[in-house]
């Protein structure tokens, strides 16, 4: 079993930048496929950037793809999510998640082990 914990949201400026982590606990994290998703107010949850469990395989939204970078460093159990050139519209909660079935999925389906999320607010 794996749990999760956000960390590095916060208030930042348009176009300006910032750096989310994903601290993960469990025997599992290195074997699982690990994303960020944000759900704005009104709005579903959608998949922002996912990444296999050894790093190799990367997935964007096209909303993000060019401005944001996930990566993960499976010796800290830790996942990032660096976001640049950030938009009002990136305002939203983020949460990681990560995946006990898969070790590589873009479905937030599979995805069963979520964070609390951490509130991102980009001031316009």
């Known amino acids: 079993q794996v749990q999760v914990v956000e960390s590095g949201g916060g208030l930042v400026q348009a176009g300006g930048s910032q750096k989310l982590s994903c601290a993960a606990s469990?025997?599992?994290?290195?074997?699982?496929?690990m994303g960020w998703f944000r759900q704005a107010p009104g709005k579903e949850r959608e998949v922002v950037a996912t990444?296999?469990?050894?790093?190799?395989?990367?997935y964007y939204a096209d909303s993000v793809k060019g401005r944001f970078t996930i990566s993960r460093d499976n010796a800290k159990n830790t996942g990032y999510l660096q976001m640049n050139s950030l938009k009002a519209e990136d305002t939203a909660v983020y949460y990681c998640a990560a995946s006990s079935i898969a070790s590589w999925s873009t479905n937030q389906r599979d995805y069963d082990y979520w964070g609390q999320g951490t509130q991102v607010t980009v001031s316009s």
């Open positions: 990444i296999s469990r050894n790093g190799y395989a990367t």
């Open positions: 469990g025997r599992t994290f290195s074997s699982s496929a």
